[in-house]
């Protein structure tokens, strides 16, 4: 099972922009269809953005002013226009083989997550 390292969070002012990284620890990611997740404080973790090949996956909530991308190292996620309420934990998600990703804004589809790296959005 790959194990996934997030990269990127912080505190930023709100309508600011950050990048998340995801990395593989000892492998590449080429394989793998990821998505990414996000949980606030006193709530169930949420969908956020899935790629499957080159095709990408939003919540309405994002749809705009995120964008996930890959290469075969890294999956990324980038976050403009950023609100105190995207303030969350974001986690890194995986799962092998893409055609077997058919439920993407799903989290029991996926098979490997990352510890998660916190966004603090200030208003």
């Known amino acids: 099972q790959v194990t996934l390292v997030e990269s990127g969070g912080g505190l930023v002012q709100a309508g600011g922009s950050l990048r998340l990284s995801c990395a593989a620890s000892?492998?590449?990611?080429?394989?793998?269809?990821m998505g990414w997740f996000r949980q606030a404080p006193g709530k169930e973790r949420e969908f956020v953005a899935a790629?499957?090949?080159?095709s990408t996956y939003y919540a309405d909530s994002v749809k705009g002013r995120f964008t996930i991308s890959r290469d075969n190292a890294k999956v990324y996620l980038q976050m403009n226009s950023l609100k105190p309420e995207d303030t969350a934990v974001y986690y890194c998600?995986?799962?092998?083989?893409?055609?077997?990703?058919?439920?993407?804004?799903?989290?029991?589809?996926?098979?490997?997550w990352g510890q998660g790296t916190q966004v603090t959005v200030s208003s």
């Open positions: 000892g492998s590449t990611l080429s394989n793998y269809a």
């Open positions: 790629i499957r090949w080159s």
């Open positions: 998600a995986a799962r092998f083989g893409m055609a077997t990703l058919t439920r993407p804004m799903t989290s029991p589809s996926y098979d490997a």
